[in-house]
């Protein structure tokens, strides 16, 4: 078993700033990949960024993809979102995850963290 604690999330004005993290333990040499995704209100669960283990590999959606930065420590088993330039429709609840391999669905990955409130006001 894998376990992920999220942190870092709250209120934030558009145009702001905020850093998620992402902490991993138990059976961490199981993971190939983490990612993070995000749900709003009424919405699907929808792929934000992921990362390779190893870090050498990046990928992020189109929506976030030029204001977010994904990274990880392997020495801290965390890996983070960096988000800039914070949009309304950033606004939802964002999740951990980690899997195998990288990924752009969630039902791609076996293990998810309790999630972090991300709200952007105006």
């Known amino acids: 078993q894998v376990q992920l604690v999220e942190s870092g999330g709250g209120l934030v004005q558009a145009g702001g700033s905020l850093r998620l993290s992402c902490v991993a333990s138990?059976?961490?040499?199981?993971?190939?990949?983490m990612g993070w995704f995000r749900q709003a209100p009424g919405k699907a669960r929808e792929f934000v960024s992921a990362i390779n283990w190893s870090g050498t590999s990046t990928y992020y959606a189109d929506s976030v993809k030029g204001r977010s930065t994904i990274s990880r420590d392997n020495a801290k088993n965390t890996v983070y979102l960096e988000m800039n330039s914070l949009k309304l429709e950033d606004t939802a609840v964002y999740y951990c995850a980690a899997g195998r391999v990288v990924a752009g669905t969630p039902r791609s990955y076996d293990y998810w963290g309790q999630g972090t409130q991300v709200t952007v006001s105006s």
């Open positions: 138990g059976r961490t040499f199981t993971i190939g990949a």
